[in-house]
């Protein structure tokens, strides 16, 4: 008999291996771009409603704009809506609806717009 190999893994056999695995989760689990739909009378005027992973919000009457939940500090969810602005509860970053800019905490940079339309009394935001 000749010497026994042992079955082990290379470090670019794992790689290889984890790399197209975690590819393939992200592509399953992100493949597709969020998106929401709600009917415009849903959307209080001066104030926001937050759908899935998309804040659709009306500062003026008929003047829609969308934002991903996505807090630009370190990526937790916005999950709260308090009249004009919404609010990251994980550090405390407020952002203005109208303009998407924070107004108080330690974010710095404004929240990520997303593509938005209103067609017979219903906004769509996001990727169709």
């Known amino acids: 008999m000749g010497p026994v190999r042992s079955q082990s893994c290379s470090r670019r056999a794992f790689l290889l291996g984890t790399a197209t695995t975690f590819a393939g989760a992200f592509i399953a689990a992100c493949g597709k771009a969020p998106s929401a739909e709600v009917a415009a009378t849903q959307v209080p005027v001066g104030s926001a409603v937050i759908v899935d992973k998309i804040i659709i919000a009306q500062p ?12 630009p500090h370190q990526g937790n969810p916005i999950t709260q809506v308090d009249g004009n602005t919404v609010r990251c509860p994980s550090h405390g970053s407020v952002f ?12 710095t940079s404004a929240m990520t717009t997303v593509p938005v339309s209103e067609n017979g009394g219903t906004v769509t935001a996001g990727e169709a």
Do not use: K, L, M, N
């Open 60 to 71: 003026t009457e008929g003047q829609f704009i969308a934002y991903s939940t996505t807090c």
């Open 96 to 107: 203005d609806i109208a303009t998407g800019q924070p107004v108080s905490g330690p974010a």
